[in-house]
């Protein structure tokens, strides 16, 4: 059985910054960072951008390829199966948890933890903190969790979470759980 394809997990990381850079410039309203940037539609063709990826990266015209020859050039044969097999799997963007509690904690320096508590689906289900890329002042964490491949029944399980982050001067850190978007005062 292959395992379940998520955004976040293996599509995500296929994008180089420097894509992600480009891209804007070329399609300020296209990130290929964010999930709902490509979940959302062309204005001009009405077709879905994380379609048009596809095209695109698997194009032989040097003047469509993506990446562009110039630029690392086109993607390997694997990350195309790859990217074919999310979409045709339904392109599944990680569930995010629920949050109960957020803390943030002074560490050392210029450094803090979040803390995050809350209750899962199930005592298979991962939890982790995650932070938004591009994001970093004031930091954006996402709480996600992963459920169990098999299927397994849910049952309630709580979570504890912590991850370290540099405030560099921000007043708040911002965490997105299932309910939306939290902004959690950083301490003095």
Do not use: C
Not at 51 to 58: D, K, M, S, T
Not at 72 to 81: H, I, N, V
């Amino acid at each position: 059985m292959a395992r379940t394809l998520y955004y976040e997990l293996h599509i995500r990381p296929l994008f180089r910054q420097i894509d992600r850079q480009h891209m804007l410039g070329i399609q300020p309203e296209l990130d290929l960072w964010s999930y709902d940037s490509l979940a959302s539609a062309d204005d001009n063709t009405g077709e879905l951008w994380r379609v048009r990826v596809l095209q695109e990266a698997g194009a032989t015209d040097p003047f469509r390829m993506m990446p562009p020859p110039d630029n690392s050039g086109p993607w390997p044969d694997e990350w195309l199966t790859l990217y074919k097999r999310w979409l045709d799997s339904g392109a599944k963007q990680l569930p995010r948890a629920t949050a109960a509690t957020m803390k943030v904690k002074k560490q050392q320096g210029s450094f803090y933890s979040l803390d995050v508590t809350g209750t899962k689906k199930g005592n298979d289900y991962m939890v982790w903190l995650d932070i938004v890329p591009g994001r970093e002042e004031p930091p954006v964490f996402i709480v996600y969790e992963q459920p169990p491949e098999a299927g397994v029944p849910p049952t309630q399980a709580t979570f504890s979470v912590s991850e370290f982050f540099e405030a560099k001067g921000a007043k708040t850190v911002r965490l997105i759980d299932a309910s939306g978007p939290h902004d959690v005062p950083i301490p003095p």
